[in-house]
């Protein structure tokens, strides 16, 4: 790998990520170069491959291409569809990491450890490209529960202690003079920052969103007790929050005719049904009878509901011309009246107590 | 001249019952009337204040305020109360219930049934009629709080039902109380 800077690494990998996943897929492994498929896919443009090939993700054996074995498990993570990176891969890798410095230092020839050595990093850098990408992941929230049954915050706290340890108590990692695995240990440390910064801003909204919710459950429960214990007025500002309620959902159910004057809307508490009544129509009264019954009101001492009930000629009077009657007299004398927050509960509907102003 | 949408008619008469209208309900015409409340918030506003009737708006709902109160604080006191019950059951079956929240009639039984605590308190819950029936309870308070228009069922049958963002509104009275230390 010539170029090892990371985001470079996985902007080409996710650019060219048809043909990788191609090439990834094919049961042989190589291709010939020849292959029509293999320039389809990349429109005849060489320099993708040459791309590839010079940051060792390809690699070119006289005229067959294929994959870096070394990239197998990056490729896998990264170009599943749909699949990101689990723990356990990340995991995987590392002990191969572990197994490959284990080879190293067992070498008995100059070549196999200078083979062993390009492995270790590419291992480092293929642990850096798996880290970002299972970063990414959780911080998008990304959480696939039959891969990692852990919350992603879970996931990467241990991720993070598993590569931590790798990095503190590996003797080759920690007294590594090379310059290009320095390089490459210098990056995966600050990657490793980096989920630890997630990981701590994980940390701290699970906390805030925890503290809430569980004040909040907490406040209920304490309410219900102090309810159930007949304490609520006393050791809360209950009373004080309902006053100042303002919402209708307070008041007993209002249903009022927006297209009526304001002064009529004001008094026309009453149902539905009961608002053409007011219209006049087959039922209007006479002028004269509405003054007559506001003078015998105004001399009784009871409601207007159970005046007009009571009336000696109530008998004469239909369920609906009483209502008539009743709304006619509020209307037209609404400012001698007083309309009390109580209601007569009726079969045909629900009528303000209405008594005359003293 | 105050210029309103044809909507106006059934938006009052549904605001005037005391009920809410939420920007996530499941009745396409209530999300249509919210969305015009957005558009004429303010026409909305003037038209109604004569009517002495105060267009208020929740995190995604809208409701109406009346300055003057006309119930007694005692009758509030009660429905405080009964409010507190109804969230207190709600957060006992799932600490994660608001606004938005969906969850099966069935589910929910099942959980009433195995669950000792949450049956008491159904049990305990003051409703109209008072089935001995757990299933016939349970669904007798959904429906009153579905009625009340803190939830909706999402299909006719009740089967599944969905917290809309009114729901809210409960949630802010109890943010409002202070337990005061004795």
Known sequence: MNDLSLSGLITLMFQEKRLLQWLYDLPAGTVSMENPNLWEIIRGDKERLFSLVSRGILVVEGESLSLNPTFFLPFRVSLTPGQKPSSHTITEIIDRLQRIIDQYEKSVSPQSAHDHFLNILSFTGMLRVALLLYAESAESHYHNPEQDPLSPVENLKKIYQEVSETLSENLFLTTAEDHPLKQQLFLLQKTMNILREIIQADEQRSANNTVSEDDFLKKIKQLKYLADNHLLQKNTNLSEVVSEEKALLWEEPLVINPHLETDDSQIAKFTKPTAPLLQGGEYSASKEDVFRLKSDFFQSNTDLYHFLAGHPSAEEWTDNYRTHLFFRLLSRFAADLEILPEFIETSIGNFPKIMAKK | ?182
């Open chain 2, 1 to 182: 001249m105050i210029t309103l949408p044809p909507q106006t008619v059934d938006i009052f008469e549904h605001l005037a019952k005391g009920l809410f209208i939420s920007n996530n309900s499941l009745n396409p015409q209530q999300k249509e009337w919210y969305q015009v409340l957005e558009d004429h918030q303010e026409n909305f506003a003037r038209y109604f204040t004569p009517l002495n009737l105060q267009l208020s708006r929740g995190e995604g709902y809208y409701f109406f305020s009346r300055k003057e109160s006309r119930t007694r604080t005692e009758e509030r006191i009660e429905q405080a109360i009964r409010y507190i019950d109804w969230l207190d059951f709600f957060k006992s079956f799932d600490p994660d219930f608001g606004p938005g929240y969906r969850f099966e009639t069935e589910i929910l039984l099942n959980k009433v049934i195995s669950d000792r605590i949450l049956r008491k308190k159904l049990t305990l819950l003051p409703l109209r009629s008072n089935p001995s029936d757990v299933r016939e309870k349970t669904l007798l308070f959904l429906k009153l709080v579905e009625k009340a228009g803190f939830i909706e069922s999402e299909q006719e049958s009740g089967d599944t039902y969905r917290v809309v963002a009114a729901y809210a509104y409960l949630e802010s009275l109890v943010e409002k109380i202070k337990i005061l230390q004795p």
